[in-house]
C-alpha cells in the first residue's frame, strides 16, 4: 500500500510538468535554445502547419503555416525541419495589413519532424508540430534548374498572381532561381534570401528571411487585405535583387 501510495503522488507531477511534444523529438530541446534562445513556449494546435504525410518529390514540398488565429498579435513566425543537415527554413514577419498565414515548398532530406513558432506581442512563442515521412535526398539532389539550357537568361523572373477571396486576397508567386545550397560537390551557396511585400504607397507589408532548405524555382503565397498593387523585392547571397508588381 505504501509503495502505491508514492506512484499517486508521482503521476500528477509527470502530468503537470514540462509540456508534452505533440511529435515528440530529440532534437527539440536543442532548437528550443538554438532558434527561440530558451524563450517561454506552449505547443499549441492553434498553430497550423499542413504538410503531406508523405514527402513524394523531396526536393518539392509543399508547406502552409496559417497562425491567422493569432491575427494582430504576432511579431514573427520561424519554421523549421528538424532533421535537415540545414534545418531553417524561413523567419516571417508579416505587418499590418497581411495575415499570419504562408505557403511555401521547401527540401526534406528524410523524415522528420516539422515546427512553426509563432511569436505574439506578449513575447511567449506558440509552437506548431507535425511529421513528414520521406524517401530522402530532397536536400543533396542535384538542381533541375541547373540542367535547363539557358536557365541563368531567366533568373529572378517572378510568375503569379493575385486571387480575390471574400475578405482578402490571396498572392501567389513562383521565382526562377536554383536556390543552391552548398551541399552539392563543386556547386556553391547560391539562394535567395532576403524579401519585402510591400503596398501600395510603399509600406512595408512583410519581411522574409529564405534559407537553404527552400526549394529551387521557389514557390510564395500570402494572404493580403491591404488594397492595391503589391511589390516584391527580393534578394540573392550573391547580391543580386529581383522585383515583380502584383496588379
Given at each position: 500500500m505504501r509503495l502505491r501510495g508514492v506512484w499517486i503522488c508521482w503521476l500528477p507531477m509527470l502530468a503537470w510538468g514540462a509540456p508534452v511534444d505533440p511529435v515528440p523529438s530529440v532534437?527539440?530541446?536543442?532548437?528550443?535554445?538554438?532558434?527561440?534562445?530558451?524563450?517561454?513556449?506552449?505547443?499549441?494546435?492553434?498553430?497550423?502547419?499542413l504538410?503531406?504525410?508523405?514527402?513524394?518529390?523531396?526536393?518539392?514540398?509543399?508547406?502552409?503555416?496559417?497562425?491567422?488565429?493569432?491575427?494582430?498579435?504576432?511579431?514573427?513566425?520561424?519554421?523549421?525541419?528538424?532533421?535537415?543537415p540545414l534545418p531553417k527554413i524561413v523567419d516571417f514577419?508579416?505587418?499590418e495589413g497581411v495575415l499570419p498565414w504562408l505557403s511555401i515548398r521547401i527540401r526534406i532530406e528524410q523524415a522528420t519532424p516539422l515546427r512553426a513558432a509563432v511569436l505574439t506581442r506578449d513575447g511567449l512563442w506558440h509552437v506548431g508540430s507535425t511529421l513528414i515521412d520521406a524517401a530522402g535526398?530532397?536536400?543533396?539532389?542535384?538542381?533541375?534548374v541547373r540542367t535547363q539550357a539557358g536557365w541563368e537568361e531567366h533568373l529572378g523572373e517572378v510568375f503569379g498572381g493575385r486571387y480575390p477571396r471574400a475578405e482578402f486576397?490571396?498572392?501567389?508567386?513562383?521565382?526562377?532561381?536554383?536556390?543552391?545550397?552548398?551541399?552539392?560537390s563543386g556547386i556553391p551557396e547560391f539562394f535567395i534570401n532576403t524579401a519585402e511585400l510591400r503596398g501600395a504607397d510603399g509600406q512595408l507589408l512583410a519581411t522574409l528571411e529564405l534559407f537553404p532548405a527552400v526549394s529551387e524555382n521557389p514557390s510564395l503565397a500570402f494572404d493580403i487585405q491591404a488594397t492595391g498593387p503589391t511589390r516584391l523585392t527580393l534578394r540573392d547571397t550573391s547580391g543580386s535583387q529581383f522585383e515583380a508588381a502584383i496588379p
Amino acid at each position: 500500500m505504501r509503495l502505491r501510495g508514492v506512484w499517486i503522488c508521482w503521476l500528477p507531477m509527470l502530468a503537470w510538468g514540462a509540456p508534452v511534444d505533440p511529435v515528440p523529438s530529440v532534437m527539440w530541446d536543442y532548437y528550443h535554445q538554438r532558434f527561440l534562445d530558451n524563450a517561454p513556449f506552449v505547443f499549441d494546435a492553434r498553430v497550423k502547419l499542413l504538410a503531406p504525410p508523405f514527402a513524394e518529390d523531396a526536393r518539392q514540398v509543399p508547406l502552409e503555416i496559417d497562425a491567422r488565429a493569432f491575427k494582430g498579435e504576432v511579431v514573427k513566425i520561424l519554421a523549421w525541419a528538424e532533421l535537415n543537415p540545414l534545418p531553417k527554413i524561413v523567419d516571417f514577419q508579416p505587418r499590418e495589413g497581411v495575415l499570419p498565414w504562408l505557403s511555401i515548398r521547401i527540401r526534406i532530406e528524410q523524415a522528420t519532424p516539422l515546427r512553426a513558432a509563432v511569436l505574439t506581442r506578449d513575447g511567449l512563442w506558440h509552437v506548431g508540430s507535425t511529421l513528414i515521412d520521406a524517401a530522402g535526398g530532397g536536400c543533396t539532389a542535384p538542381s533541375v534548374v541547373r540542367t535547363q539550357a539557358g536557365w541563368e537568361e531567366h533568373l529572378g523572373e517572378v510568375f503569379g498572381g493575385r486571387y480575390p477571396r471574400a475578405e482578402f486576397s490571396r498572392v501567389k508567386l513562383q521565382v526562377a532561381h536554383p536556390m543552391d545550397n552548398g551541399m552539392v560537390s563543386g556547386i556553391p551557396e547560391f539562394f535567395i534570401n532576403t524579401a519585402e511585400l510591400r503596398g501600395a504607397d510603399g509600406q512595408l507589408l512583410a519581411t522574409l528571411e529564405l534559407f537553404p532548405a527552400v526549394s529551387e524555382n521557389p514557390s510564395l503565397a500570402f494572404d493580403i487585405q491591404a488594397t492595391g498593387p503589391t511589390r516584391l523585392t527580393l534578394r540573392d547571397t550573391s547580391g543580386s535583387q529581383f522585383e515583380a508588381a502584383i496588379p
